[in-house]
């Protein structure tokens, strides 16, 4: 099976930077994407940013310029760099692996990682 061990959230002042890391390890043959989402309590999960195999990114708007996803493909992990960080950035980051586990049937499957809580001062 497939596991995520995420780390770097954390409590800054707004305007500040974290940076947020994401290793998937187990029975991994590929990982076509990669992912980070953020949900605040009662709401639903909302996407941030999303990174292919090839380096193909996509951003929410609301952290456009702002944030950047990159990845290791080597060490089958990915990173968040979260620079002038705003209140509303309040969440926990939840980290999104879509893989595939055998070249023999090419199957994709997806697991979250159990969260990270990153918290804005003003």
């Known amino acids: 099976q497939v596991q995520l061990v995420e780390s770097g959230g954390g409590l800054v002042q707004a305007g500040g930077s974290l940076r947020l890391s994401c290793a998937a390890s187990?029975?991994?043959?590929?990982?076509?994407?990669m992912g980070w989402y953020r949900q605040a309590p009662g709401k639903q999960r909302e996407l941030v940013a999303t990174?292919?195999?090839?380096?193909?990114?996509n951003y929410a708007d609301s952290v456009k310029g702002r944030f950047t996803i990159s990845r290791d493909n080597a060490k089958n992990t990915a990173y968040l760099q979260m620079n002038s960080l705003k209140p509303e950035d309040t969440f926990v980051y939840y980290c999104h692996v879509a893989y595939i586990a055998t070249i023999l049937n090419g199957r994709k499957y997806e697991v979250w990682g159990q969260g990270t809580q990153v918290t804005v001062s003003s």
């Open positions: 990174i292919t195999s090839g380096g193909s990114t």
């Open positions: 187990g029975r991994i043959f590929s990982i076509p994407a």
